[in-house]
């Protein structure tokens, strides 16, 4: 299933947005690596479609945008993607969390992933396929997802600081209700799985994203204990309840093993 564009817009509680902002939830929504109709985008950004066309023109012309004019659609321009080559070469967590994911997936036959906070945001950056036939396929490479929403984005939002998790629950929040896309998940549900999760060690999403499946995370977490990257398995429900002890071993294993690899190399 091909996963939906992040609703970018942030609370009608704040100042309108000036055209750089807006320039920035434009290259925010492309930077998913899927291409997208220019609905798509003003949709994603919550911005009209006008405004969205005038700067995807310009951001064009400097290489930041690319559209295709046979089918109209949009993607990112080879500018966008060299400052994101150059984000990742300033931390780049996915050779440091490979070997977790091969050994998650081979142990466990879920889909293994590794996900990084961007904003209020988490972004996948790697995942291996289970061997297991039904597969998290919802979920793919370059995809973003509102913190919260789904296991391993519930792990970088328990794990913020708590000034910095309250200001990132209101901006969720806000776009969730604008978006109307999980109505299962509100302010108090978020709160009491960060306090589950916090006090559990991991975080634990079932039958709420996606019906009939769930996903159980661990933090890996920077030397000022903030999260840097989280480790998340993806599955059915009871493949996740069944072992749900197990795994949460097998990704705090991991977990602990990253954040020992990312004290070694920024030591």
């Not at 902002?21 to 220019?38: D, E």
């Not at 023109?57 to 949009?74: H, I, N, T």
Request: charged share 25%; net charge neutral; proline share 5%.
């Amino acid at each position: 299933m091909k996963s939906e564009p992040v609703v970018l817009a942030t609370p009608d509680s704040l100042e309108a947005p000036s055209s750089v902002a807006k320039a920035c939830r434009i290259l925010r929504a492309l930077a998913g690596g899927q291409a997208l109709r220019l609905t798509d985008i003003a949709q994603a950004t919550g911005l009209d479609k006008a405004t969205v066309l005038r700067l995807a023109e310009m951001l064009a012309r400097e290489g930041f945008v690319r559209r295709d004019e046979a089918s109209k659609l949009y993607r990112g321009g080879p500018e966008l993607q060299r400052a994101g080559s150059a984000a990742l070469a300033q931390f780049d967590p996915r050779a440091m969390a490979r070997p977790s994911l091969l050994r998650l997936a081979g142990q466990f036959e879920d889909t293994a992933i590794l996900s990084v906070p961007s904003g209020a945001e988490s972004l996948c950056l790697d995942l291996e396929l289970g061997r297991y036939p039904i597969r998290a396929n919802y979920l793919e490479v370059g995809s973003r997802r509102l913190l919260g929403v789904g296991a391993g984005s519930l792990a970088l939002l328990a794990w913020l600081p708590p000034r910095e998790q309250e200001a990132a629950l209101d901006l969720v929040c806000a776009q969730l209700a604008r978006s109307g896309r999980y109505p299962r998940i509100d302010h108090a549900l978020l709160v009491e799985r960060c306090v589950q999760a916090r006090a559990r060690g991991y975080a634990l999403l079932l039958d709420v994203v996606v019906e009939r499946m769930g996903g159980i995370a661990a933090p890996i977490l920077g030397a000022d204990g903030r999260p840097v990257a989280a480790l998340s398995i993806a599955a059915l429900n009871e493949r996740i309840t069944e072992r749900e002890a197990e795994l949460a071993a097998g990704l705090q294993r991991e977990a602990a093993l990253c954040q020992n690899l990312l004290q070694t190399t920024t030591a």
